[in-house]
């Protein structure tokens, strides 16, 4: 990335929710080479503690429960209150419940939307406010390929992502008037130990045209998309999937 980029998020506040995650740890690490200021949350303090130890003093932990919604608004309200400001939020959260249709519980597809859909609401509900009041903000959710082209044992996981980006185009529209970009990013699959569990629960052997991606190329779009590079971009959801399986 060049200069220019950099200028986009040096000095700037971001707030990175799944930073324990594969996908959210390598974009936090993206974030802080490019000059911001990086606050990491998750539920795993030793995870979270770990990668803060790596990245260094940009860098700082805020465990949270996104299932908690009084968590995460005394946690967007504590960056605000420390930073002055939440310049960008990153959600990238999700739980690996994997399965056939009918073996899966109603608590399987709550934990589900808890951890993703109405994660990412509770995050966004609460950070919003702190950016209408800066008329700055750029928010990207991570959703993922299954929202648009259905898996048989990822079904929550897959309407979690399909409801993830029609809540990003419709915050889009709402929110542009404040000076806030909202995208989705949207993985295939990418070596994680996410995708790990996945291929262990049967996930189909035929993979994208361009091979696995790795958790950087989700990381450069997000930065692409928090970046002015893409200040006419409001309501996409990018698919980094590799262009998907080849054609049979
Ligand atoms: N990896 C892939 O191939 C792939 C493909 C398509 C889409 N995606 C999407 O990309 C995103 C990141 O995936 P990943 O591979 O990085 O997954 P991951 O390694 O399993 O990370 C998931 C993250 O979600 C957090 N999380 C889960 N429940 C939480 C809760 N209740 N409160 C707070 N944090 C919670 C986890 O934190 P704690 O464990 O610390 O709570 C962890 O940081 C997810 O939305 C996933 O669906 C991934």
Known sequence: MTDGFTRDFDGRVAWVVGASGALGGATAQALARQGATVVLSGRNTDALKALAEEIGPQ???????????????????LVAAKHGRIDFLVNSSSVSVFGDFLSLTDEDWLNVFNAKHLGYVRTLRATIPHMIAAQFGRIVNV????GQHP?????PGGSANAAVDLLTKGLSKIYAEHNIRINAVSPG???????AAMQGAGRPAKGPVLG?????????????????????ITGAALQVD???????
């Open 151 to 155: 898996s048989r044992i990822h079904l």
């Open 189 to 195: 699959p990418i070596r994680s130990p996410r995708l």
């Open 242 to 248: 590799g262009g998907g399986p080849g054609l049979g």
């Open 59 to 77: 860098a700082e932990t805020l465990p949270i429960d996104i299932a908690d919604d009084s968590s995460v608004r005394a946690a967007a309200d």
């Open 143 to 146: 959703s993922g390929r299954g």
């Open 212 to 232: 696995d991606g790795q958790p950087d190329d989700v990381a450069d779009a997000v930065l692409y998309l928090l970046s002015e590079r893409s200040r006419f």
